[in-house]
């Protein structure tokens, strides 16, 4: 296959890949989790001059900056919703991503463009990659960020060449800003730069600290004069790890994109890596393994193999586990898709047989065919959102149901002045239906309610008796949040000198009451 032929089925791929994501979101727009709604009220109030601050007027310092910083500049130059701005920047970006694991795969491939232009369509069709490009989310961006860099890692590796140096060390540092992840792009490139300059393990060592103080210390600037000034964290927080349970999340997520959910059902997924290592270990010879060692210190694989080390140990290590080990929270995983089919090819060149010409056709027509099974998931998803509004994992708020309900209807027509105050038990849900700041109720330990007494003794922001103020109790799979107290016990337990709730509307969605400060 010619390079010309290659990249217009690249071009093919990237355009129709960009159609999915604007089809999925043309009825209802992208979908939005929590992060999503504090991204897009950040990106709000920057443009109105009220800097990093989200609905409930906090600083942005669990996530970083440049996301919301460019719908903002977007929104400033056209006037457009954020909304739709990040409905437009993320189908874009994954034509993007299509296009950039293309070209990637060309160079790291040499001599397969078959396999190559088969695992850019396992790409295109990716329903994970799909999924979090059609929400409000930095992923999208980030992993160009990391395709770019990539791309310039492999040129250094091969020349190391000064400019490709700078450019490695600036597309780290611009992906620090698009997530805190951003620092396996930091590792990952000094581990580079020092194999790089192997055997000259001085100059080595002295271009690898470099790398790291050059695309680490602007986040490291940001995390300490803005983070930790404003909350006294330096990257936000997240939950405890857990690395036995975030490895075999991470095995069952990898495998299921290969492999069918009926097939899943019967052997588990770990069954199947087991049956994948023990093929390897069948066909393994220290020949053989030196062979492949070679080919991944080589410029086209070695970016992709620093990658994989640094960023799967970030998965299995250091992400929280309550979030991610459900199937589908798969954002964060599918971002190695592109580097682990090359390390497959890699690893099928060094240690599979080699196929006689009638045999490689049946192969290439068996992998054809199999690009049905991601094809079929992603047509199915793009259909059914097109219906219901996004149907993935992290969509919480832009759903048809929340959107065509009697509670968003009665709050729609709610005449709010900006110096009214709104609380809420879904802070982010309040925003995204309202759009305007939100008021955050009291907290206290919700399954020993030891605290609750104490939490809305000690609670400073209720309603004056001058304000008109208004609390949003949403209902069913918006009322998740256990820490906070219910109308009932706030009724109950908040003296009438104090507050008093007003119920002023109810439906099966949610409740509104009144609250009236005295």
Known sequence: MSSRRYYFCLALLALLGSLAVFAATLPWGPGLSTDGARYLST???????????DYLGEPLVHWPPLYPALLSGLHWLSGWDVLKLA?????????????????????????????????SAVVATALPLLEVSANVASDPLFMLCVLLWLLVAQQYAAGRATRHFWQMAALAAAACFLRYAGAALVMSGALVVLLAWRPQWRGALRWATAYGLASGLPIGLWAIL????????????????YPPGLLLAFIEKVVSWFVPQRILLSVPPLALFGVLLALLAWRSTRARWAAFGRRLLAAPLLPAAAFTLVYGGMLVFTISYAEHRVPGSQRLHALLLPCLLVLAAAAWQAFAPRLQAPWRHVALAGLAVWLLLP????????QRSQQEGDVSYYNLYNTRSLRQSELATYLQGLALTPEDKVYSNNEAAAWFLLRRPIYRLPRYDGETQASLAAALAEFKSWPAAQDQAYLIWFGAALDYKREVPTPEQLQTLVPESTLRLLSSFRSGSGDVYILDGE
């Open 43 to 53: 990106a709000e109030n920057l443009a109105a001059g009220r800097g990093l601050v």
């Open 87 to 119: 409905q437009i920047l993320n189908s874009l970006a994954f034509g993007g991503v299509i296009l950039l694991s293309g070209v990637f795969l060309w160079r790291a491939l040499l001599g397969q463009p078959v396999f190559a232009l088969w695992a």
């Open 226 to 241: 803005h983070n930790y000034r404003l909350s006294g964290l330096l990257l936000g927080s997240h939950q405890p790890a």
């Open 375 to 382: 094809l079929y998931r992603s047509v199915e998803y793009v």
